[in-house]
């Protein structure tokens, strides 16, 4: 089933108003995890369209209702001789603690 142009504004008018006043600050209040795929070290890539970016440490002090429960490393790190099947990329899980 696809999501019509009018389906799409119909729910959007059934959405409390402060969805939309408050955007997203108002949409994770109702979050309680989140998984992040990403890896988190300021390297620099050669490929334009890739930003390496240090999360973790910005999630510790800016987010403190959110808790790292867990880090899964991938199975396939990246490997320059392999690039279409490895990845430089982790799963980090945070619940929300309050």
């Known amino acids: ?23 997203k600050n108002y ?3 109702y ?8 890896c988190n070290r300021n390297d620099i890539s050669n ?6 970016r240090v999360f973790l440490s910005w999630i510790i002090q800016n987010r403190p209702e959110w808790k790292l429960k867990n880090i899964i490393e991938n ?7 392999n690039p ?3 990845s430089w990329s982790d799963f ?6 309050n």
């Open 31 to 38: 979050i309680e995890y989140v998984i992040i795929y990403s």
């Open 75 to 81: 199975k396939y790190p990246y490997d320059r001789n």
């Open 27 to 29: 949409r994770w209040k």
């Open 1 to 23: 089933m696809f999501l019509t142009h009018e389906k799409y504004l119909k729910l959007c008018d059934e959405l409390p108003g402060n969805y939309w006043k408050e955007g």
């Open 84 to 86: 279409n099947n490895t």
């Open 92 to 97: 980090y899980f945070f619940e929300r603690i």
């Open 47 to 52: 490929t334009p369209h890739i930003k390496f």
